[in-house]
C-alpha cells in the first residue's frame, strides 16, 4: 500500500521499516462500508480491506474527487466493486440512505468500519454547545446510527459459512482518549470514552447473534487531523517523546488491523480495544525509570 507521506528520517534512530508481508484476499466476497473514508485512516482502510478482496463503500462527506480516486484505487486491487456515496453520518435520514443504497447494490453489508471523525478544539471553559454537540454528534452519535442499521441488517441475514463465521464485523475507529485525558480537547476525548463502553455494550447484546464489535484505538497516525503535530521536525520531536516505538504511525498500521479484525482469523475476538499506538498508553514517562 501506498503510504500517503514519505516517512521522516531520524538519524539518530533505527530507519523506519514498514511491514511488507502481502495482504491476502482472505475478505473475498465481503461487502464493507467505510465512513469518512476519503482522507486519512478511512482511506488506509478502504484501500486495504481492497487489497484483502472486499467490495468497498466509500463514504464521504465532503471531497467527492478524493472519494472517487479512492474508488478506483480499491477497483484496481482486483475485481474489486466499489462506489463513493455522500452522508453525514450524524444524521439519521442520510445513514438511512446510505444502507438502503447499499443493500439495493451489493445486497447485503459484512463490514462496517465506523471512521469518520472531528476535533473542535478549545479550553474548556470556551468550548461552545456547537463544538461539543458536532464532536459528539460525528464521533459518537454517527457510530451509533451506523451500528444500529447495520446491525439490523447482520441479524435479518444472518451468518453465511461460505463468506464468514460471523454474520457481521463492527470496527470503531476510537483513540488512545478513550483511556487517556485530553486537556484542551474534552468533547473529543469524551466522544472516545463513550465510543468504548458503546462498543462493548453493543457487542455483549450482539454476540450471540454470532456479530462481532471491537474498536481499533490509534495512537499518533499521520493524517490531516493532526497536521501541526508532526509536519516541522520540532513538533516530530515533542510527540516522540509520548511514544516509545520512536515513529509515528502511518494509516497502513491501521489498515492491517482492521483487515485482521474483519477476516475469520480474530472470530473470536470481540468487545476489544485494540490499542495501536507504537506505546503511546504505556506510560512513556516512566521510560527511563521515573
Ligand atoms: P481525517 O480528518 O483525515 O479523517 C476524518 C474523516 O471523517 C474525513 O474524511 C472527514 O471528511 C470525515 N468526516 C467528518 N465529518 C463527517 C461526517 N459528518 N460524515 C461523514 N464523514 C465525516 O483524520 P483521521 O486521522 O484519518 O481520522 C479518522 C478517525 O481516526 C477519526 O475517528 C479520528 O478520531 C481517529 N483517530 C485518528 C488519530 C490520528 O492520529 N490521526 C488518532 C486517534 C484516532
Given at each position: 500500500m501506498d503510504l500517503p507521506f514519505p516517512p521522516i528520517a531520524d538519524e539518530t534512530l533505527p530507519a523506519v521499516v514498514m511491514p511488507s508481508c502481502p495482504i491476502d484476499r482472505k475478505l473475498k466476497g465481503q461487502k464493507a462500508l467505510v465512513t469518512g473514508?476519503?482522507?486519512g485512516i478511512g482511506r488506509g482502510i478502504a484501500i486495504g480491506l481492497g487489497h484483502a478482496g472486499a467490495d468497498v463503500v466509500v463514504n464521504y462527506v465532503k471531497d467527492a474527487g478524493e472519494a472517487e480516486a479512492i474508488v478506483e484505487a480499491v477497483k484496481s486491487c482486483g475485481d474489486n466493486q466499489a462506489y463513493a456515496h455522500r452522508a453525514d453520518v450524524s444524521n439519521e435520514d442520510d445513514v438511512r440512505a446510505m444502507f438502503e443504497k447499499m443493500i439495493a447494490e451489493?445486497?447485503?453489508?459484512?463490514i462496517l468500519v465506523n471512521n469518520a471523525g472531528v476535533q473542535k478544539d478549545a479550553p474548556f471553559e470556551q468550548m461552545t454547545l456547537e463544538q461539543w454537540n458536532t464532536v459528539i454528534g460525528i464521533n459518537l452519535t454517527g457510530q451509533f446510527l451506523c451500528s444500529r442499521e447495520a446491525v439490523r441488517e447482520f441479524k435479518r441475514r444472518g451468518v453465511r459459512p461460505e463468506i464468514s463465521c460471523a454474520a457481521g464485523k463492527i470496527i470503531c475507529i476510537s483513540s488512545v482518549h478513550d483511556i487517556i485525558p485530553w486537556a484542551g480537547h474534552v468533547n473529543y476525548a469524551a466522544s472516545k470514552g463513550g465510543v468504548s463502553l458503546m462498543m462493548k455494550s453493543i457487542a455483549q447484546e450482539v454476540a450471540p447473534y454470532r456479530i462481532r464489535v471491537n474498536s481499533i484505538c490509534p495512537g499518533a497516525i499521520r493524517t490531516p487531523i493532526n497536521v501541526s503535530a508532526w509536519s516541522t521536525p520540532e513538533a516530530y520531536t515533542e510527540l516522540m517523546k509520548l511514544v516509545p516505538y520512536k515513529r509515528i504511525g502511518e494509516v497502513e498500521d491501521i489498515a492491517r488491523a482492521a483487515i485482521w479484525l474483519a477476516s475469520d482469523d480474530s472470530d473470536y475476538v470481540t468487545g476489544h480495544n485494540l490499542y495501536i499506538d507504537g506505546g503511546m498508553t504505556l506510560y512513556p514517562g516512566f521510560e527511563t525509570g521515573g
Open positions: 473514508a476519503s482522507s451489493f445486497g447485503t453489508i459484512d
